[in-house]
């Protein structure tokens, strides 16, 4: 049995799925949650297989919220409900370790597959979604090592190292010692220096093919 937890903000989509997952004989939903402050502890929470997870949850980061269940090494299993306009968050989610992304047009049994190859540890990424966001990868500002190692600076460099490795800040910030404060400060300054806006952009121009060798 696939056990289900439901962290939607909107009523009204909720109450549908749980219509839809009475149908269901090998998923049961034992959760379900609209503010982000109830998810919080589902990252340890090992009753839950699967997290149906809206990432406009209020007061919800959800970039934050995937490296704090990424660094703690959480066995929950995230499928992100989706729109067209969230392809840039596509490749980050996974880069991250979500096992799905679902498009919010995607259809009832869509849905109910998506949820059951998620909890099977396999990977369900929408076609659409999917689509847009290798467009933005191809699309990208592309910068390559030297200008990594020429425009930043030695701890520029380390944080930008540990953003393509899944880091949050918080993560990021436990890694070196220092403040999540300056961490902010730090991907503000690396975005500036390297011509892009987001961590989408950084990691676009990982998967374009120039690979960032490990620290020595």
């Not at 919080?40 to 934050?64: A, K, R």
């Not at 849905?111 to 990977?123: D, P, T």
């Not at 500002?141 to 930043?152: A, P, Y």
């Not at 190292?161 to 300054?189: C, D, P, Y």
Request: glycine share 4%; charged share 25%.
């Amino acid at each position: 049995m696939i056990k289900l937890a439901l962290a939607i903000s909107h009523n009204l989509y909720r109450q549908s799925l749980k219509e839809l997952i009475k149908h269901e004989s090998d998923i049961v939903i034992i959760k379900e949650v609209s503010r982000y402050s109830d998810i919080l502890s589902m990252i340890d929470d090992n009753d839950i297989d699967v997290l149906f997870l809206d990432p406009y949850l209020s007061g919800l980061n959800i970039m934050e919220y995937l490296g704090s269940v990424r660094d703690k090494k959480s066995p929950l299993k995230i499928l992100l409900m989706l729109n067209s306009r969230d392809s840039d968050m596509v490749v980050n989610a996974l880069c991250l370790g979500v096992k799905g992304c679902l498009d919010l047009d995607s259809s009832a049994d869509q849905f109910v597959q998506a949820v059951r190859s998620v909890s099977n540890e396999e990977i369900w990424a929408d076609v659409n979604l999917v689509s847009k966001a290798l467009n933005k990868i191809l699309n990208t500002k592309k910068f390559s090592l030297n200008d990594l190692k020429s425009k930043l600076t030695n701890k520029e460099e380390k944080i930008a190292r540990l953003i393509l490795q899944g880091h949050s800040n918080k993560g990021i910030a436990k890694e070196l010692f220092i403040s999540e404060k300056t961490v902010k400060t730090h991907v503000g300054h690396i975005f500036k220096k390297l011509g892009i806006k987001s961590r989408f952009q950084l990691t676009a121009n990982y998967f374009s093919g120039e690979a960032f060798p490990s620290e020595s």
